[in-house]
């Protein structure tokens, strides 16, 4: 079955840069789209960056210059670089990998960028 876990979550001050991680199992990784999504309270979840398996990359308008997503398919891991964090960052950030019709969600980990 398929399994994602992300890790890397924390307290940073704005300014600050954190890199997250999610780890995928019970699937050949490198064929899909993996994606990273946030969602932050009282908010619905919402798209922040995105690689195809070939490695093309889109980013959310408010995270591009900031944030980098990247893969490593050897490894069965994606990351997402986040620069420069701001308050407004703060949400849980789940990872994604769309395969067919279906979509499967890590448990996320919680960003916090506060002062």
């Known amino acids: 079955q398929v399994q994602l876990v992300e890790s890397g979550g924390s307290l940073v001050q704005p300014g600050g840069s954190l890199r997250l991680s999610c780890a995928a199992s019970g699937v050949i990784f490198r064929l899909y789209t993996m994606g990273w999504y946030r969602q932050a309270p009282g908010k619905q979840r919402e798209l922040v960056a995105s690689?195809?398996?070939?490695?093309?990359?889109d980013y959310a308008d408010i995270v591009k210059g900031r944030f980098t997503i990247s893969r490593d398919n050897a490894k069965n891991t994606g990351y997402l670089q986040m620069n420069n964090l701001k308050p407004d960052d703060t949400a849980v950030y789940y990872c994604?990998?769309?395969?067919?019709?279906?979509?499967?969600w890590g448990q996320g980990t919680q960003v916090t960028v506060s002062s």
């Open positions: 994604n990998l769309a395969i067919g019709g279906a979509r499967f």
């Open positions: 690689v195809t398996s070939g490695g093309s990359t």
